[in-house]
């Protein structure tokens, strides 16, 4: 496998070529059930995993671990947790999935397994306060739980456990994880921290975007009340109730306002020394493997991403975006414009920042072949940028699924040159990508297909490749020049 790199908005690899990844996430662990179910979950990535994700074109993975795993007992890494992850890299190098660690939490910690995760307990300071269960949904901890916040204050203020900072400890483990990990053939990156939420801050953000909401809605003639109130009225249509949320609504919500001059505050004065500090941890073990920078709980809400980070670090953009009725029984109908908008300010983010992307969370679960048409939006939004993904999440039956199939589809997985635009249209058939050879050499550009091609329209000489495992690969010869193929599947 070949090491990775970035070049402005691409990635590339040891041939020069650029490389569209499209993936899947895996969260380890469940709280309340311990190390033993997490380990044992972990051995479910076995070597007919990666061949399933090696055959439907699956080429990364963002592999989920927590920090109460890794490090249970202060100063202590568990050796039995990470074997398990060790034998995730072995069997993906030999299927050719690339791994990036993603240091997941959801609400800063499990706090006694009454919700979320994260941190281990010894990390974890509420100043007293319990985390009370969740009613709704899980990320309510986020608005108004005193324990979530306060936990997020301690940990960005960097307060001392043990005679070192809470950073200090998570700067460590990173370096453990880079030395142990980052001379992998199949490693790709660090995630270095899943969805940060600012703390105390945070929930100040959550009442400013609440009010802001509710004086838009009345005031606005951005809004269209009679569409609201024949959506709430009626039992049958209230899942369609935040469809009044178009676009230009979630801009004037989430933009230009108090939110967003909190939210920015944060970026610079509190997360962009945290991930200086953390690279340097990491880049004083290794040179190799991608940074990839996620931005807040409430960016993915499209409050403005405003950090800026040195783009020399080999780093990249990782943003992570649902409607917001995700984790609902409304998630079912997801908005596509609403969606879109939110992934349209990420990208407003990419264009300033000049770096690659790859959306380190989307999609689903379980919403059933209705949703579909919405990820097949979402796929050729992502495809419209060049952006590569890791669909959340993969679950046990995963590629029994109809799912599995739709989000198996054509893309090129390696270019020589610069791709200029690929699109697959699912009603015809037909996948189409322009790239452009700027150098003459002879690396091959290689595309995955689900299925061997009907036809194929191409100005270079080609081969088709149908390896033992399912896959197809459509390999062009390397041609100085501007390029352009066309596959029928």
């Given at each position: 496998?070949?090491?990775?790199?970035?070049?402005n908005?691409?990635?590339?690899?040891?041939?020069?070529?650029?490389?569209i990844f499209?993936?899947?996430?895996?969260?380890?662990?469940?709280?309340?059930?311990?190390?033993?179910?997490?380990?044992?979950n972990?051995?479910?990535?076995?070597d007919n995993?990666?061949?399933?994700?090696?055959?439907r074109?699956?080429?990364?993975?963002?592999?989920?671990?927590?920090?109460?795993?890794?490090?249970?007992?202060?100063?202590e890494?568990?050796?039995?947790y990470?074997?398990?992850?060790?034998?995730i890299?072995?069997?993906?190098?030999k299927?050719?999935?690339?791994?990036?660690?993603?240091?997941?939490?959801?609400?800063?910690?499990?706090?006694?397994?009454?919700?979320?995760?994260?941190?281990?307990?010894w990390a974890?300071i509420?100043?007293?306060?319990?985390?009370?269960?969740?009613?709704?949904?899980?990320?309510?901890?986020?608005?108004?739980?005193?324990?979530?916040?306060?936990?997020?204050?301690?940990?960005?203020?960097?307060?001392?456990?043990?005679?070192?900072?809470?950073?200090e400890?998570?700067?460590?483990?990173?370096?453990?994880?880079?030395?142990?990990?980052?001379?992998?053939?199949?490693?790709f990156?660090?995630d270095?921290l899943?969805?940060?939420?600012?703390?105390?801050?945070?929930?100040?953000?959550?009442r400013?975007?609440?009010?802001?909401l509710?004086?838009v809605?009345?005031?606005?003639?951005?809004v269209?009340r009679?569409?609201?109130?024949?959506?709430?009225?009626?039992?049958?249509?209230?899942?369609?109730i935040?469809?009044?949320?178009?676009?230009e609504v979630?801009?004037?919500?989430?933009?230009?306002?108090?939110?967003?001059?909190?939210?920015?505050?944060?970026?610079?004065?509190t997360?962009?020394?945290?991930?200086?500090?953390?690279?340097?941890?990491?880049?004083?073990?290794?040179?190799?493997?991608?940074v990839l920078?996620?931005?807040?709980?409430?960016?993915?809400?499209?409050v403005?991403?405003?950090?800026?980070?040195?783009?020399?670090?080999?780093?990249?953009?990782?943003?992570h975006?649902?409607?917001f009725?995700?984790?609902?029984?409304a998630?079912a109908?997801?908005?596509?414009?609403?969606?879109?908008?939110?992934?349209?300010?990420?990208?407003?983010?990419q264009?300033?920042?000049?770096?690659?992307?790859?959306?380190?969370?989307?999609?689903g679960?379980?919403?059933?072949?209705?949703?579909?048409p919405?990820?097949?939006?979402?796929?050729?939004?992502f495809?419209?940028?060049?952006?590569?993904n890791?669909?959340?999440?993969y679950?046990?039956?995963?590629?029994?699924?109809?799912?599995?199939?739709?989000?198996?589809?054509?893309?090129?997985?390696?270019?020589?040159?610069?791709?200029?635009?690929?699109?697959?249209?699912?009603?015809?058939?037909?996948?189409q990508?322009a790239f452009?050879?700027?150098?003459?050499?002879?690396?091959?550009?290689?595309?995955?297909?689900?299925?061997a091609p009907?036809?194929v329209?191409?100005?270079?000489?080609?081969?088709?490749?149908?390896?033992?495992n399912g896959?197809?690969?459509?390999k062009?010869?390397g041609?100085r020049?501007?390029?352009?193929?066309?596959?029928?599947?």
């Amino acid at each position: 496998m070949q090491t990775i790199t970035t070049e402005n908005m691409r990635f590339r690899d040891e041939q020069g070529r650029e490389r569209i990844f499209h993936g899947l996430n895996f969260k380890n662990g469940d709280i309340g059930k311990g190390k033993a179910y997490a380990i044992e979950n972990l051995r479910q990535l076995d070597d007919n995993f990666f061949a399933l994700c090696e055959a439907r074109g699956f080429n990364i993975l963002r592999l989920g671990v927590c920090w109460e795993n890794l490090e249970p007992v202060q100063g202590e890494y568990d050796e039995t947790y990470l074997q398990a992850v060790d034998a995730i890299f072995e069997h993906a190098d030999k299927h050719g999935v690339w791994i990036f660690l993603d240091m997941h939490q959801d609400l800063y910690s499990s706090f006694d397994q009454n919700a979320g995760d994260g941190a281990p307990a010894w990390a974890t300071i509420t100043d007293g306060h319990k985390r009370k269960p969740t009613k709704f949904v899980w990320a309510e901890g986020y608005f108004w739980s005193k324990a979530v916040q306060h936990a997020f204050d301690h940990f960005w203020a960097n307060d001392a456990v043990g005679g070192k900072g809470l950073q200090e400890h998570f700067a460590a483990l990173w370096r453990m994880l880079a030395k142990r990990y980052a001379d992998h053939p199949a490693f790709f990156g660090f995630d270095l921290l899943n969805e940060p939420y600012p703390g105390t801050p945070g929930g100040k953000i959550f009442r400013k975007l609440i009010a802001k909401l509710v004086r838009v809605c009345l005031i606005s003639p951005k809004v269209d009340r009679i569409a609201f109130l024949k959506n709430a009225i009626p039992k049958k249509k209230r899942d369609h109730i935040l469809d009044v949320l178009t676009p230009e609504v979630i801009y004037e919500v989430t933009q230009g306002g108090a939110a967003e001059r909190i939210s920015s505050k944060f970026y610079q004065e509190t997360y962009a020394p945290f991930i200086d500090k953390i690279t340097k941890a990491i880049r004083e073990t290794t040179s190799k493997g991608i940074v990839l920078v996620e931005h807040t709980y409430y960016s993915n809400l499209a409050v403005p991403f405003t950090l800026d980070f040195d783009k020399n670090e080999r780093i990249c953009y990782s943003p992570h975006g649902y409607d917001f009725t995700v984790d609902t029984p409304a998630y079912a109908f997801a908005n596509n414009a609403r969606v879109g908008a939110l992934f349209a300010e990420n990208r407003r983010a990419q264009l300033r920042l000049n770096v690659p992307v790859i959306v380190g969370e989307w999609g689903g679960g379980g919403e059933g072949e209705s949703f579909f048409p919405h990820i097949e939006y979402l796929m050729r939004l992502f495809d419209s940028w060049n952006w590569s993904n890791a669909y959340f999440t993969y679950t046990e039956g995963f590629f029994d699924c109809p799912l599995a199939r739709v989000l198996s589809r054509p893309y090129p997985m390696a270019v020589n040159g610069d791709i200029e635009s690929f699109l697959f249209d699912r009603a015809t058939g037909v996948f189409q990508l322009a790239f452009n050879q700027t150098e003459d050499n002879d690396a091959e550009t290689v595309i995955y297909l689900p299925a061997a091609p009907k036809q194929v329209d191409a100005d270079a000489p080609y081969t088709i490749e149908t390896p033992p495992n399912g896959a197809v690969y459509l390999k062009l010869a390397g041609k100085r020049g501007a390029h352009r193929v066309i596959a029928y599947i």
